[in-house]
């Protein structure tokens, strides 16, 4: 038996020459902008709606906030090529989709003025939500990060 040299172990095992799954580099930019822009926009949205202000304090402070910071550590994990980013991604994601869809009902059966818009806003959202939830579940990408 001829020993195997560390040199030909440590090629085979560096991300670098893999070659990434397709739009995953610009997703994980993408999830950090919008985690980061998430922070100031349920600011706005907290001092710009005086009818809802109490739930959105609840809400932002009890949910956008923590599922914001969890996007940014997943986005940064996954610009690093850590596997455990995918994991904290979609946990991140899930959470995001729950807190919507739950805020989303509630407003359209609650204010009947700006029913259109919510409707068409929370129907983008959720399909962006869930179409960037099932990207980040694709073996390939967890295949990609081992």
């Known amino acids: ?11 085979l095992s560096t991300p670098a020459q893999l070659i990434p799954p397709r739009a995953y580099r610009p997703l994980a930019w993408l999830g950090l902008v919008a985690n980061g822009l998430t922070i100031p ?17 609840a809400l932002g402070a009890g949910a956008v906030l923590p599922c914001a910071a969890l996007g940014i550590v997943a986005s940064v994990a996954l ?33 009947p003025a700006d029913r259109p818009l919510v409707a068409v806003l929370a129907t983008l959202f959720w ?5 960037v939830l099932v990207y980040w579940c694709r073996p390939r990408v967890r295949h990609y990060l081992r």
């Open 1 to 11: 038996m001829s020993p195997i040299s560390v040199r030909s172990l440590g090629s």
């Open 41 to 57: 926009l349920v600011l706005a949205v907290i001092l710009l709606d005086p009818t809802w202000r109490i739930t959105h304090i």
């Open 79 to 111: 610009l690093q090529w850590r596997h455990w980013g995918q994991v904290v991604a979609i946990v991140a994601l899930s959470i995001s989709l729950a807190i919507s869809l739950a805020y989303g009902i509630v407003r359209l059966v609650l204010i």
């Open 127 to 131: 399909a962006v939500n869930v179409t």
